[in-house]
């Protein structure tokens, strides 16, 4: 059964700091994986998807990297800001039916 | 606006109620998966459908829920007799054949009382 381990479960930084969000998984037979943003009370926001090919993805601020032998992720923020507080979810496509299996998340909180 | 779209937003109800959520997915998306996520937890699978067939289903959807996408098109989750520990926010996404990047909609957030 694929574990989805986000470690730490929160997190508090100044404004302007580059942080790095980790996640591992157990097995490393996934399709892809994908990081995904939520404010409180609200729905997903996908973020970065990484296919299982791929060894990483940015998106301006935002550079995630995949390494599948060692069943790890990571999420690289750089110059945080305020707006990015929210909590980041990682999630692996795994089966046939590409269902996704999320960790607990990340509450990240960036200090002005 | 073209994304998944979920009705109601927030839903509260007695402890012995039922309940249906509505999802619309993104047109011409052909799979459908719905997600239940409680507080503190990542979202958790519970059933998807290809086209109109349901294809897998959690052990996480007991006998009281039942999901049904009947033309392929939007899908419905019902909940019957609903108990506190239903209460959760429900999740739907959706995805192309062929294209694993699922989107999600909104949610919607179910409180039982």
């Known amino acids: 059964k694929q574990e989805v381990t986000q470690i730490p479960a929160a997190l508090s930084v100044p404004e302007g700091e580059n942080l790095v969000l980790n996640c591992s998984f157990t097995?490393?037979?996934?399709?892809?994986l994908q990081w995904f943003r939520q404010d409180p009370g609200k729905g997903l926001t996908s973020l970065l998807l990484?296919?299982?090919?791929?060894r990483e993805q940015t998106s301006g601020r935002l550079n995630a990297s995949l390494d599948k032998s060692s069943g790890r992720s990571t999420l690289y923020i750089a110059a945080s800001q305020p707006g990015d507080s929210a909590t980041y979810l990682c999630?692996?496509?795994?089966?046939?039916?590409?269902?996704?299996?999320f960790g607990k998340g990340i509450t990240l909180s960036v200090r002005p | 606006d073209t994304g998944v779209s979920q009705d109601p937003r927030h839903k509260i109800t007695k402890r012995g109620q039922n309940v249906t959520f509505r999802c619309d997915p993104i047109?011409?998306?052909?799979?459908l998966y719905w997600y239940r996520q409680t507080l503190g937890q990542g979202p958790e699978f519970l059933t998807y459908?290809?086209?109109?067939?349901?294809?897998?289903k959690s052990r996480l959807l007991s006998d009281r829920f039942s999901a049904e996408r009947p033309k392929g098109s939007f899908s419905t989750l019902e909940i019957q007799r609903t108990e506190q520990g239903d209460s959760a926010m429900y999740l739907c996404?959706?995805?192309?054949?062929?294209?694993?990047?699922?989107?999600f909609g909104p949610g919607t957030r179910l409180t039982v009382l």
């Open positions: 996404a959706s995805s192309s054949t062929g294209g694993f990047e699922q989107f």
């Open positions: 097995d490393s037979a996934i399709y892809n």
């Open positions: 990484i296919q299982s090919s791929q």
């Open positions: 999630a692996v496509y795994t089966g046939a039916n590409s269902k996704l299996t």
């Open positions: 047109s011409e998306h052909n799979r």
């Open positions: 459908f290809q086209n109109e067939a349901q294809l897998e």
